[in-house]
């Protein structure tokens, strides 16, 4: 009871003051407003809880055949309906939403990382350095992307596959084009934020004390740049995982064994007139994923956002 | 102006040049060969493969070949497919109207859709249209196209049987013949409309956030103060600013909506470019993965500086030199 009392701040007899904020905390009580984000976190919530947990109580194995019970539709048996082959689809689903949102995840690190780090080397350092790391930056922006990813992964596919298993191989590949074909919006971000904070007085001061270059990006500059950064990361997740799943739909991405949301929905192409329910559940998945980040995204954009009314 | 359009030409030529390089040099090291369907032939006798090997110039190492395929390009010699021995650009010119046909009408109706809805939800910013309209743009962007397409194929093509399943390429399309006209009709609709909403969703959004921009400058109030009617105030002065960045996007979607066109093609079965080039690649068919890449590259490059010079032309404070 003393030490509660101790560290509360001293106020005048009938003083009102509310508590001090942090940014983060600042943040979350304007992002816990906004209804649809909030919608958002608690529907992809449910969603990675069922994908890391569902799998222990639903424990019927995603590969499993049973031509006894193909193409049937939802049952107390198969909520979700089964396949060709019998595969059961809630299984598949669970398992497949897993894979989509570890891609999604993974690759949105990869771009975030390296688009920091341009940006951060570009915006920081000036002069040549950052000419040609501009150029750089332009050249990756042409690039086409959808067709050099398809072709890419097609391509170095069956490498990877020998050198590290079906499942890692198209795993590693996919996330790093994905991740090398998309940090440039980052990276123009990045350099822009680091651009106007590095002539700051904070940064002039860490300079006079005798902070290294290297200390003053990653812990003065740094953390000033990072709440955009993370805004965008967050719609890029929907991205990627959106990504992801063209990919697979066009046949490009995981092989059937490994049932990402993608990739049942290209399996189910073919029996769309017997069989609807086995194209519906993966894209109502990957569309309630994706429409939740997004929400999720806006409403992190909204609460970051310095110019925000105060209320 | 004319100068700084032709330094952007002149960084376009390296930019294209490296492009090109990379897609090929990506291509010869990787372990794909154009004549793994022979190598599985058993009948086929090793002298016979090299011979053909040869013909195809695929036994020089892969600089050599690629400077000998960029000279050609350069002389509008986009080379033959591997696979249908047709020339690339035959090929292409072949298959574009049916790439275009669907695109351009789409992007063309996303943007009459997306300007006017964009507006009026500005304008009544809060309101019952405001609050729908930004849930659909929400909606709209967040759905893959490859699920809106399969959801209008299971309502429309499975359940209703209003609408064909397949596009067929080889309708032929007259304009005194009304039944034509209408199969044409039918088969584009379910397509189009997939890229439209996709399309017309990224617009709005944008459309509006510019227009709420605008909106509380000082130069609308001097509008209004001058006694203007509220539409003279928003069509020609507000709505005016906001499209400089809009007409910038557009410009730079053109070449986005050719990747999107993809998918769209793959689930539609439209045979255009982007199933030419998934053929393509599967079937290790280097001139045409050479010739629709390019293609792409040069769409980006183009319409990047495009984008550059409508924002010059449309925003006087921008000058070039």
Avoid: C
């Amino acid at each position: 009871m003393a030490t509660t009392t101790a560290n509360a701040p001293r106020l005048a007899e009938g003083e009102w003051r509310r508590p001090a904020r942090s940014l983060w905390s600042d943040a979350w009580h304007h992002f816990r407003r906004h209804r649809l984000a909030m919608a958002g976190v608690v529907v992809l919530g449910i969603i990675v809880v069922a994908t890391l947990f569902g799998p222990l109580l639903w424990t019927v194995p995603y590969q499993k055949l049973d031509y006894s019970a193909a193409l049937v539709g939802p049952s107390p048996a198969h909520p979700f309906g089964t396949t060709d082959l019998g595969h059961d689809l809630f299984a598949r689903i669970l398992w497949g939403g897993r894979i989509s949102l570890a891609v999604g995840l993974t690759a949105v690190l990869i771009a975030i990382s390296l688009g920091t780090l341009v940006g951060a080397l570009s915006g920081f350092f000036g002069g040549t350095l950052d000419d040609l790391l501009m150029r750089l930056t332009d050249m990756f922006l042409s690039l086409p992307q959808l067709p050099l990813l398809l072709l890419t992964i097609y391509l170095f596919r069956d490498m990877l596959r020998e050198l590290v298993g079906p499942e890692l191989g198209i795993f590693i590949l996919i996330v790093t084009v994905v991740g090398a074909l998309t940090w440039m919006p980052t990276a123009r971000l990045v350099r822009a934020s680091f651009l106007s904070i590095k002539r700051k007085e904070f940064v002039e001061a860490a300079r006079t004390v005798g902070a290294t270059d290297r200390r003053i990006i990653v812990r003065h500059i740094l953390p000033n740049v990072m709440s955009p950064v993370l805004v965008s990361a967050t719609i890029g997740v929907g991205a990627a995982i959106i990504t992801e799943s063209a990919l697979s739909f066009l046949g490009l991405g995981f092989p059937s064994d490994v049932p990402s949301w993608g990739r049942v929905l290209y399996d189910a192409q073919n029996f769309m007139e017997i069989a609807p329910h086995w194209a519906i559940f993966p894209g109502m998945f990957i569309f309630l994923t994706v429409l939740s980040i997004n929400y999720m995204g806006d409403g992190l954009r909204d609460a970051l956002d310095p110019r925000r009314t105060q209320r | 102006m004319g100068k700084y359009l032709l330094r952007r030409l002149l960084i376009a030529i390296p930019t294209l040049l490296l492009i090109s390089m990379v897609v090929y040099a990506i291509l010869a090291l990787a372990p794909g060969d154009p004549l793994s369907q022979f190598g599985l032939d058993p009948r086929v006798p090793p002298e016979v493969r090299e011979n053909i090997r040869r013909q195809l110039g695929l036994d020089q190492p892969w600089h050599v070949r690629y400077v000998k395929w960029l000279i050609a390009a350069l002389q509008g010699d986009l080379g033959y497919s591997f696979q249908s021995r047709v020339p690339v650009s035959e090929l292409i010119a072949q298959k574009l109207p049916n790439t275009l046909s669907v695109l351009g009408v789409a992007y063309v109706l996303a943007v009459l859709l997306a300007i006017p809805i964009g507006v009026v939800s500005a304008v009544k910013r809060y309101s019952f249209f405001d609050h729908a309209a930004t849930t659909f743009a929400f909606i709209g962007f967040s759905v893959p196209t490859f699920f809106t397409g399969i959801i209008l194929i299971l309502i429309f093509s499975v359940k209703l049987h209003w609408l064909p399943f397949i596009y067929q390429s080889t309708l032929n399309v007259s304009l005194f013949d009304m039944e034509s006209i209408l199969a044409q009709l039918k088969q584009s609709i379910m397509p189009i409309t997939v890229l439209t909403l996709f399309q017309t969703a990224t617009l709005v959004r944008f459309v509006r956030s510019e227009m709420l921009e605008n909106m509380p400058l000082d130069y609308v109030r001097t509008a209004r103060a001058k006694g203007l009617q509220e539409r003279f105030v928003v069509i020609r002065h507000v709505l005016r600013n906001s499209l400089i960045p809009v007409v910038t996007l557009i410009a730079l979607g053109v070449p986005a909506i050719f990747g999107g066109a993809l998918i769209t093609e793959q689930i539609f079965r439209i045979p255009g470019i982007g199933l030419m080039l998934v053929a393509a690649i599967e079937q290790s068919d280097t001139p045409v993965v050479m010739g629709a890449t390019l293609m792409f590259s040069v769409l980006v490059v183009l319409f990047n500086i495009v984008a550059d010079l409508l924002y010059g032309v449309l925003d006087p404070r921008i000058r070039y030199d």
